[in-house]
């Protein structure tokens, strides 16, 4: 269960299967939900959770998801101490029964995918940010997620009976 809401619930096109629709972004970079793209605010606005990959930089984007709906979020290299005091390194949600595994990532963008991995056990995603680059990718069952950076672009995870990814343009 979603902490304290109840989630929308979408029906996919196979009758009776439900999906959660969860909104992903990392390396917003910025100071206050005003300065995220209108199409990603708006967007994320629609989902049933929002999962933040890290590098908000300031308090102000946090606050202002939590306003939008239930955010997971963890920490990244350009946090402020303030953010960094209150989020963890690295997460592990379940959503409709599958395991989210939920990271900045650190390093070069060559490699990325293997340091990420090796930070949690039996998941079906990880979620991660750092390099800027979107990535949306199967590799030995599990699906790597990167949103990008928000400025760029955004994710939108679909969870029912498998999970499906989508990178969308900011712009």
């Known amino acids: 269960m979603l902490y304290g809401r109840r989630p929308r619930v979408l029906q996919s096109l196979s009758v009776g299967k439900c999906v959660l629709k969860i909104g992903v972004l990392s390396d ?12 990603v605010v708006d967007s994320l606005s629609k989902v049933d959770l929002i999962i933040h990959a890290g590098d908000f930089t300031a308090m102000g984007v946090l606050d202002g998801l939590k306003k939008l709906g239930e ?32 990271t900045h990532g650190s390093g070069a963008p060559w490699g990325i995918e293997q340091r990420v991995r090796r930070m949690f056990d039996q998941v079906d ?4 940010g750092h390099s800027h680059e979107a990535q949306n990718k199967v590799i030995d069952g599990i699906l790597f997620f990167n949103p990008g950076r928000a400025s760029d672009s955004f994710g939108i ?12 343009s900011s712009r």
Do not use: C, F, W
Request: net charge negative; aromatic share 4%; glycine share 10%.
């Open 71 to 102: 955010v997971k979020a963890v920490q990244g290299n350009m946090d402020s101490m303030v953010i960094r005091s209150k989020l963890p390194i690295k997460e592990t949600i379940e959503v409709g029964g599958k395991k989210i595994g939920v």
């Open 28 to 39: 917003t970079h910025a100071y206050s939900i005003e300065d995220i793209p209108r199409k």
């Open 125 to 128: 995603v990880i979620v991660y």
């Open 157 to 168: 995870l679909m969870i029912g009976e498998d999970v499906e990814g989508e990178i969308i």
